[in-house]
């Protein structure tokens, strides 16, 4: 599987985790084909975004300007979720690569192209933030 697929994976199981309270590890079963084995990329992703999501609800609620984390669409915080957890504890994948990744995410789920900015702005402000707390890396 590669990283795409496993990024709209993992925001499926995480949408359904949020929706219906549903173990994390049956969420990514339930998001899986008949065919696809799951992928230690996909498991990081789902299980990483909810074991921080706290810290991450946190720095999302911080670049939030004029919204709240509640007020969002679940797929949408499901996408910046994942997009934070990435920015924040994957180190080999590049923080531009996951911000474009999560604005492709939010526009392919989304018909509006306005989901897409949304989505780049807010996690570029989070990118800035974690940048600014690490010492500018």
Not at 7 to 23: C, F, H, P
Not at 27 to 52: K, M, R, S
Not at 114 to 119: A, C, I, L, W
């Amino acid at each position: 599987m590669n990283r795409r697929v496993a990024r709209i994976k993992s925001v499926q199981a995480l949408y359904q985790v949020e929706m219906t309270g549903v173990d994390p590890d049956e969420a990514i079963e339930v998001a899986l084909e008949e065919d696809e084995t799951t992928d230690p990329f996909l498991q990081d992703l789902v299980h990483g975004t909810l074991q921080y999501l706290i810290e991450i609800d946190a720095m999302l609620e911080e670049a939030l300007e004029h919204w709240t984390l509640q007020r969002l669409s679940r797929i949408d915080r499901a996408i910046m979720r994942q997009c934070v957890y990435e920015m924040k504890y994957v180190e080999e994948v590049p923080v531009n690569v996951s911000i474009n990744e999560a604005v492709d995410l939010a526009k392919g789920f989304h018909a509006e192209e306005e989901s897409g900015r949304f989505v780049n702005g807010v996690t570029s402000k989070v990118a800035e933030m974690i940048q600014t707390n690490t010492g500018g890396e």
